[in-house]
């Protein structure tokens, strides 16, 4: 964490200054706004935190709740959201209060008595070491709130305007502010009481009912639901050794039980097996009680046994995978013919089980991926084509999910006599752990997002998915610093200098770093006037050599950025290879060293050598349409 660089701090650190639109921020909702987002779920909330960290935006978010959410129903916190949660300044203090995933029992029949249930393989939740983070389980209501105070603590001092309804919206192209939208204020829905507000752009992150998704004219479409669970979170007294490991039972009865250990040492959660859902019968399966539910908890879990103390929440679903065609406004007949101005994310544009742990998780990054876009045109940084690709990036990601979902549920309800091989469930767990750990995300080549021509020369940073960090040493300090938990979501770009072997002061990394720092077509060069490269670029350099045999006298200045009102210099932009750790052989680095481009969102944008400053300006003439002055860097 950096502070100090605009004068001494004498409280919390995380408290940034306010700045542009947070200075006298107004209590109420304005007339006017740059981007207005309907709901506060995990999409809308990522969403607009992100955005607090643009100063000159108006973000507003509004949820028709009363107040913020007290109990939440998804709790599975993918290893890929925890990566992001540290980009927003709370995966270690999230991660102290949840409950960790470390491994997973799978339980069968007894083949001698299938009326038992006995435990059968216990694989390790992440045998791969995908990330340096774990798989956590954590009430939804928790990450939100942690959303609320890192927006809060932003530059914006943005907050939820909770007692606002979404009616409808209207679009007009040629105003400043071209849609329209009537919010009912539901602080009091008897008076019917209604205003009209307008903004530039809006977010529909309001559920699975979405109002926003039927303005745009999106359906959702897919397969009809037709197998039930009833899902409770629990306190209970139990002999079943298992309750506080991740379990996935399945007993001779035909049923079924994913039990979930919850936060706190004591709670859990189980999706209990309420078999398949007859034709006309939903509305006789969505009345099924409570106790009924306990009943054929205790049935499959025979001879073991479950006494419920007490039912924090529960409800009844049936297993349905829907998806919209498009996650804009924009008609596929019309496609990049005009811009976007609606968006909707998470629930509003796909819907699947809750068994993959993945509803949160993909909405969050639906809003991540939209919102950092959001802010670059709005500020001017990137051409208002950029926002076509939210759409084109995250239905495919959508539908890979509910095709995964589709699979892992139907492996779930399966009778086990029906599996070829009784080992079928846990191995399918296994082979496909990296998806549900959130890490098979890879986008496809568009204008950010570069061709993998030179991929060779960072094999272990494949380009289009996420940034995996690793091990380096901050050369200032000689702490052992992971290279990725120093990226903020501040809306930066990164832009990671691998060098060749050669001195700091000589060699291709040498020679790219006078490039960066003084040629016109120096991405670094088209930040307008008043603004300096270090606000839109993370320059950071990365040495073959040990720390000790770097002096940072003979470090180009690039990597020594001033910042602050007394150009104080950066001194954590430059790292070395860790003593114990090579970086380079760990991700494939050539030693001729590479340039890796990440985008704000995490997800790797390009892989370059020292010596492509040609392809480096094109790349970002693309991505930023080269629309602002020279630099005054």
């Known amino acids: ?51 607090s960290r643009f100063p000159t935006i108006t973000t507003r978010i509004v949820e028709r709740r009363p107040g913020r959410l007290a109990i939440g129903q998804a709790d599975g916190i993918q290893a890929r959201s925890v990566e992001t949660f540290d980009a927003f300044g709370f995966a270690e203090r999230i991660t102290a209060e949840a409950y960790r995933i470390t491994e997973m029992a799978f339980w069968k029949p007894d083949l001698d008595d299938p009326r038992r249930i006995v435990r059968g393989a216990r694989p390790l939740d992440d045998t791969t070491g995908v990330s340096e983070y774990p798989h956590l389980i954590v009430n939804q209501a928790r990450v939100l709130d942690y959303f ?27 105003a400043e502010y071209p849609v329209a939208v009537t919010l009912l204020d539901t602080s009091d829905e008897s008076s019917g009481e209604t205003r009209t507000v307008r903004a530039k752009y809006v977010i529909g992150a309001d559920g699975a009912r979405s109002a926003v998704r039927q303005a745009i004219g999106c359906t959702l479409a897919g397969n009809q639901a037709n197998h039930a669970w009833g899902v409770m979170d629990a306190l209970a007294v139990t002999d079943f050794p298992d309750i506080r490991t991740k379990c996935a039972i399945q007993s001779g009865s035909g049923g079924s039980i994913l039990l979930i250990p919850r936060e706190g040492g004591h709670l859990f959660r189980m999706y209990v097996d309420l078999g398949e859902v007859p034709s006309g019968g939903s509305e006789a399966v969505r009345s099924t009680s409570i106790e009924q539910i306990i009943d054929h908890a205790n049935t499959i879990l025979s001879p073991y046994r479950l006494d419920v103390k007490h039912v924090a929440w529960h409800s009844v679903y049936e297993v349905g995978h829907r998806l919209t065609d498009r996650f804009d406004d924009v008609p596929l007949d019309e496609l990049g013919t005009r811009t976007p101005r609606v968006f ?46 939210y759409s084109a990036e995250r239905q495919v990601v959508a539908q890979d999910l509910i095709d995964f979902d589709r699979e892992w549920s139907t492996l779930m309800a399966k009778r086990p006599e029906e599996f070829a091989d009784p080992s079928e469930l846990a191995d399918f767990y296994v082979r496909t752990a990296e998806f549900p750990a959130g890490f098979m995300t890879e986008y496809s080549p568009s204008a950010i997002v570069g061709e993998a021509t030179h991929q060779h020369l960072a094999s272990g940073f494949p380009i289009g998915k996420r940034f995996k960090s690793a091990l380096t040493s901050r050369v200032a300090d000689a702490n052992h610093i992971h290279l990725g938990h120093h990226a903020t979501a501040d809306g930066r770009w990164r832009i990671y200098v691998f060098a060749d072997a050669a001195s700091p002061a000589s060699g291709r990394s040498a020679e790219l770093a006078a490039w960066l720092q003084d040629d016109p077509e120096s991405p670094l060069r088209a930040v307008p006037d008043g603004v300096r490269a270090d606000d839109w670029f993370d320059v950071k350099i990365v040495y073959q050599q040990r720390h000790t045999d770097i002096d940072l006298g003979t470090v180009p200045p690039v990597f020594l950025p001033r910042v602050g009102p007394f150009d104080l210099i950066d001194y954590e932009k430059v790292y070395a290879r860790h003593p114990d750790v090579d970086i380079f052989a760990d991700r494939g680095i050539d030693r001729a060293g590479a340039v890796v481009v990440v985008r704000p969102d995490q997800y790797v944008a390009h892989v370059l050598p020292l010596t492509a400053t040609a392809e480096l300006a094109a790349f970002f003439d693309g991505a930023m349409g080269r629309q602002a002055t020279t630099a005054n860097a």
């Open 148 to 174: 609320a105070e890192y927006m809060a603590n932003a530059p914006t001092r943005m907050r939820p305007d909770y007692g606002w309804a979404f009616q409808g919206l209207e679009i007009d192209d040629d």
């Open 1 to 51: 964490m950096q502070f100090h660089h605009h004068g001494y701090v004498s409280g919390d650190p995380r408290v940034l200054p306010a700045a542009g639109v947070g200075v006298d921020r107004p209590e109420d909702l304005p007339e006017e706004m740059d981007v207005l987002i309907v709901g506060s779920g995990p999409a809308g909330m990522i969403a607009a935190a992100q955005l």
């Open 344 to 389: 909707i994310t998470g629930d509003a544009c796909h819907t699947h089980s809750a068994k993959a742990g993945q509803g949160m998780n993909v909405s969050m990054q639906d809003g991540f991926n939209l919102a950092w876009k959001l802010g670059h045109v709005l500020e001017g940084r990137s051409p208002e084509s950029l926002l076509a690709t």
